[in-house]
């Protein structure tokens, strides 16, 4: 883009390079929390996949008797028995980014007769919920590394273009004026030698 070679653009150019200097240093602070924030919450998101991994793989010992959920009818197989109804999130302010953070998992109240299951499906039941809340848990982390992965996306971007496009541009804008504004002066100084010296020699 072309630019004025005056004065008073020099000053724009110049006010420019102070803001976007000033600017940088918030923007590359906010990257570095958006990337600490990510990795930490990546580790959550692991430790919790592990811990699925684990109440799952401690359901070994009850594959036999799940077994027996085959036998019961429809309206009464157990996974009719634990069914999640909200998600409960707060909003949390991480780095300008507002993400969802977890805090409880509610569960239709369903009632049944004990009579007509075997002693194992209270404890059934226990587990299947406490799978159910570290998926939600699990989702919730999932959709928090989305949004910090966008605004960290945003905040790189800004960061370069502040580094290798704003501010090189404007002390490349700022040389440029000064030099042509530092040859006008030279002109003008050899101009005015020159009209001194036709004036002298009009006058002898």
């Known amino acids: 883009m072309a630019i004025k070679l005056t004065k008073n653009e020099q000053k724009v150019q110049k006010d420019n390079l102070k803001q976007y200097q000033r600017y940088l240093p918030t923007l590359q602070l906010k990257k570095q929390q958006l990337q600490s924030v990510i990795m930490k919450t990546n580790a959550e998101l692991e430790q919790k996949e592990a811990e699925i991994e684990e109440v799952v793989g401690n359901l070994d010992d009850w594959i036999a008797v799940f077994a027996e959920n085959t036998i019961f009818e429809d309206a009464k197989k157990i996974g009719n028995l634990v069914q999640p109804d909200t998600v409960i999130c707060e909003n949390e302010n991480i780095a300008g980014v507002t993400i969802p953070t977890f805090r409880e998992l509610t569960f239709k109240d369903i009632s049944y007769d004990v009579d007509e299951y ?47 496009v704003k501010i090189p541009e404007a002390k490349e804008n700022i040389r440029v004026i000064g ?26």
């Open 179 to 204: 030099v042509y504004l530092g040859d006008q002066q030279t002109s003008a100084v050899v101009r005015g030698k020159i009209s001194k010296k036709k004036l002298m020699g009009a006058g002898s």
């Open 118 to 164: 075997p002693l194992w499906v209270d404890t059934a039941i226990v587990k299947l919920r406490e799978i159910a809340r570290l998926d939600a848990i699990v989702s919730t982390l999932k959709k928090q590394v989305e949004l910090l992965e966008k605004e960290l996306r945003t905040t790189s971007q800004r960061v370069n273009l502040f580094e290798k």
